[in-house]
């Protein structure tokens, strides 16, 4: 069975600085999506940023961009110029290619973004 | 856009009685939906995979006979709380794909179930 896990439970940011969160997995599968979900107050889940496994390059949505490090099943999170609208917990997840595949969560790290 | 609505957003039921929540996809077709449980300060945990006209596959753990979810169209899928107790207390996501790809699901809102 697939696992994530995200070993930062709390981290804080100064607005405008950079920060980094970290996720690991284990899988036996050569073919999956890692996926940055976002979930503020409110509680609704945001979709941050998508990368597919056979895509050597990193994946990158404006202010949002990962570090993926296949071999060593590490997919990161950087966001830089942090706003206080980042504030929130972000969950790493996984999925393996295919239809109808469940995404399976880490437990979250909770950013807190300073002003 | 693919939006996704619940319905109600909040609800408070008695112990014993059954509520019935509703997530719908509201500007796409969503083939499966996924419904998650997640308890304060915890990840989504997921419950249960619903196809649209089959019966709906559990996860390990997740009391199908408790937990009645039905795909009835391509737009909505309930998921049904029977004999409620606190302990059933919790938010609950549903997510629905979109199109063929899975990897594209978008979540709705949540409701979130207290049971006095």
């Known amino acids: 069975a697939q696992t994530v896990t995200q070993s930062q439970p709390e981290m804080s940011v100064q607005e405008a600085e950079t920060v980094t969160l970290s996720c690991t997995y284990d899988t036996s599968e050569n073919n999956y999506y890692l996926f940055w979900y976002k979930q503020p107050p409110s509680r609704q889940m945001i979709l941050v940023i998508r990368q597919e496994a056979y895509k050597q390059q990193n994946a990158t949505e404006n202010r949002f961009s990962v570090n993926f490090q296949k071999a060593a099943k590490s997919f990161s999170l950087k966001i830089s110029d942090s706003q206080l609208g980042d504030t929130a917990m972000y969950f790493c997840?996984?999925?393996?290619?295919?239809?109808?595949?469940?995404?399976?969560f880490g437990k979250g790290t909770k950013l807190t973004v300073n002003p | 856009g693919a939006v996704v609505s619940q319905h109600p957003s909040w609800v408070i039921c008695k112990s014993g009685t059954s509520v019935k929540i509703e997530c719908r996809s509201l500007d796409f077709q969503a083939t499966t939906m996924f419904w998650y449980r997640q308890f304060p300060k915890q990840s989504l945990m997921l419950m249960a995979t619903s196809n649209e006209g089959s019966k709906a596959t559990y996860e390990q753990g997740v009391e199908k006979d408790k937990f009645l979810i039905n795909h009835a169209s391509l737009t909505l899928s309930t998921l049904t709380v029977t004999s409620a107790h606190p302990e059933d207390s919790s938010f609950y996501i549903c997510s629905a794909a979109k199109g063929d790809y899975s990897y594209e699901q978008y979540f709705g809102p949540g409701t979130r179930l207290t049971v006095t």
């Open positions: 997840a996984f999925m393996m290619e295919g239809g109808s595949e469940k995404l399976v």
